[in-house]
């Protein structure tokens, strides 16, 4: 898979880490990673009222998704971010800094009243392209 970040000077700049729009020259499969929380595999909820613990368990866990379908997190080309507070922003991007490196996925952030679970202060579902590799195996996927 090539992926390339789409850059032009008739948009404003991005202010996080993401891309004004996102290229993808594949043949591979398209692997689309559900709404992720920060639902800890115990089934505990990572860093309740701590938004930075949470994003950083969302994206361990769209990472863990992702790795179990035969990719990584650079094979991320679009997050879609739901947050009960947008004044998280720049809390929530530095996390994200930590986990996505250029080319950067394509992002949309949105605030919502609620998640799933009272103690959700995020959610992100994530869509990846992964190249298809000699055997092409996808490790840990179940079929059902």
Aim: charged residues 20%; proline residues 4%.
């Amino acid at each position: 898979m090539v992926k390339a970040q789409v850059t032009t000077t008739e948009l404003h700049s991005p202010n996080g880490v993401f891309s004004q729009a996102t290229t993808v020259a594949a043949t591979g499969r398209f692997v689309f990673v559900s709404g992720m929380t920060a639902r800890r595999p115990d089934g505990s909820i990572a860093g309740v009222g701590d938004i930075q613990e949470q994003t950083r368990q969302v994206c361990e866990n769209i990472s863990a998704a992702v790795r179990a379908a035969g990719g990584t997190l650079a094979d991320v080309c679009r997050m879609d971010v739901y947050v009960r507070n947008m004044e998280d922003f720049a809390k929530i991007h530095e996390i994200r800094a930590q986990y996505f490196v250029e080319p950067l996925p394509a992002s949309t952030m949105v605030e919502v009243s609620k998640l799933a679970h009272p103690d959700y202060l995020i959610e992100i579902n994530a869509i990846a392209v992964i190249a298809p590799t000699g055997g092409d195996s996808m490790r840990g996927v179940e079929w059902t």
